[in-house]
């Protein structure tokens, strides 16, 4: 097929990422605005000046580092959709929430409107079968996790806190009591099965799982019912329906927090730690850093941010030099 030669706006929004020392196609600047993850060219100029907007050739140059053939950039484009916050945008990133958490459903082959409702013995029995096909054909992981994160460390010189959380969050027993709750909600999963399976994988001392029963305990005497306020109060189904009713305002503030919260984190890891090697051991002394350490793997982390830093940074500098 053959392809229209550039607009003058696309060579012009081509020349200014140049000049951050990357390199940006017209194809791909098509490609992304019809993913909506780059504004209409109609949007590119700022109408006082004519110039094309900083924050346009920002998106572009970003878009360039991290897009490649083949690879998806995941939640990167829900950050952009969530900023842009157009009817549009919102859209999509509610249609791409949506179908990622209904992604255990899917690959078990289940229909998530099929679960059924209710507290009667039928409806409780088949939940049950729903939760165990969710896990059929799933393979535990059995390293520990929290063991292999300290083994890194220490290698590296750095000193963690004593254990206090579980070693595997990916454990058999945990799973299958996760997959209950995604299933069948808080309902079918009392919390005091919860934490007799939180206690067989715990690693440490038992005075937080404890200090969590007497919190919950000294919660339902005075008449609440802290399950109630759980993500998952509603199981899986109930998760879905919120994201679906959400304002579109609330969706996008959401995702934009969370991907400001993983973008800092990465930020710090990768370029921050090459200078001060301690940054990454005060990061992960932090216990929920740490966990998030220990369950997402931090290494292949690393390795994915380390791939992106060189360029990212050029095109910082170069953009801070531009700017001045």
């Given at each position: 097929?053959?392809?229209?030669?550039?607009?003058?706006?696309?060579?012009?929004?081509?020349?200014?990422?140049?000049?951050?020392?990357?390199?940006?196609?017209?194809?791909?600047?098509?490609?992304?605005?019809?993913?909506?993850?780059?504004?209409?060219?109609?949007?590119?100029?700022?109408?006082?000046?004519?110039?094309?907007?900083?924050?346009?050739?920002?998106?572009?140059?970003?878009?360039?580092?991290?897009?490649?053939?083949?690879?998806?950039?995941?939640?990167?484009?829900?950050?952009?959709?969530?900023?842009?916050?157009?009817?549009?945008?919102?859209?999509?990133?509610?249609?791409?929430?949506?179908?990622?958490?209904?992604?255990?459903?899917?690959?078990?082959?289940?229909?998530?409107?099929?679960?059924?409702?209710?507290?009667?013995?039928?409806?409780?029995?088949?939940?049950?079968?729903?939760?165990?096909?969710?896990?059929?054909?799933?393979?535990?992981?059995?390293?520990?996790?929290?063991?292999?994160?300290?083994?890194?460390?220490?290698?590296?010189g750095v000193e963690l806190p004593a254990?206090?959380?579980?070693?595997?969050?990916?454990?058999?027993?945990?799973?299958?009591?996760?997959?209950?709750?995604?299933?069948?909600?808080?309902?079918?999963?009392?919390?005091?099965?919860?934490?007799?399976?939180?206690?067989?994988?715990?690693?440490?001392?038992?005075?937080?799982?404890?200090?969590?029963?007497?919190?919950?305990?000294?919660?339902?005497?005075?008449?609440?019912?802290?399950?109630?306020?759980?993500?998952?109060?509603?199981?899986?189904?109930?998760?879905?329906?919120?994201?679906?009713?959400?304002?579109?305002?609330?969706?996008?503030?959401?995702?934009?927090?969370?991907?400001?919260?993983?973008?800092?984190?990465?930020?710090?890891?990768?370029?921050?730690?090459?200078?001060?090697?301690?940054?990454?051991?005060?990061?992960?002394?932090?216990?929920?850093?740490?966990?998030?350490?220990?369950?997402?793997?931090?290494?292949?982390?690393?390795?994915?941010?380390?791939?992106?830093?060189?360029?990212?940074?050029?095109?910082?500098?170069?953009?801070?030099?531009?700017?001045?």
């Amino acid at each position: 097929m053959t392809r229209t030669a550039p607009s003058a706006l696309e060579r012009a929004l081509i020349a200014e990422v140049g000049k951050c020392d990357i390199t940006v196609s017209a194809p791909q600047l098509e490609r992304w605005r019809g993913q909506l993850w780059l504004a209409p060219a109609t949007q590119w100029t700022d109408p006082a000046t004519g110039l094309i907007r900083t924050e346009i050739v920002h998106r572009a140059a970003w878009l360039s580092v991290l897009a490649r053939a083949g690879r998806s950039i995941s939640w990167v484009g829900w950050s952009f959709w969530a900023i842009d916050a157009t009817p549009d945008t919102t859209r999509r990133l509610r249609e791409a929430v949506i179908q990622t958490l209904q992604l255990p459903f899917q690959r078990a082959d289940l229909d998530i409107t099929q679960i059924p409702e209710g507290d009667g013995d039928d409806a409780f029995a088949l939940r049950q079968v729903i939760a165990a096909q969710m896990l059929s054909g799933r393979r535990g992981i059995g390293r520990d996790l929290d063991g292999t994160l300290r083994a890194h460390a220490a290698d590296a010189g750095v000193e963690l806190p004593a254990p206090g959380t579980v070693s595997n969050v990916f454990g058999r027993s945990l799973v299958e009591v996760g997959s209950r709750l995604m299933v069948g909600s808080t309902r079918d999963v009392s919390l005091e099965e919860l934490a007799e399976v939180w206690e067989r994988n715990w690693v440490g001392p038992l005075e937080q799982i404890e200090r969590i029963r007497g919190v919950h305990a000294a919660a339902s005497h005075a008449g609440v019912d802290l399950s109630a306020q759980s993500p998952l109060a509603d199981g899986l189904p109930g998760l879905i329906r919120a994201v679906r009713e959400a304002e579109d305002e609330v969706l996008c503030a959401a995702v934009e927090a969370c991907a400001k919260g993983s973008s800092a984190l990465a930020a710090v890891m990768t370029q921050r730690s090459p200078d001060d090697p301690e940054v990454l051991g005060m990061l992960v002394r932090d216990v929920i850093v740490r966990a998030v350490a220990a369950r997402a793997s931090v290494t292949n982390s690393v390795r994915m941010w380390s791939a992106i830093a060189q360029p990212a940074r050029r095109f910082e500098q170069r953009s801070n030099t531009v700017a001045r």
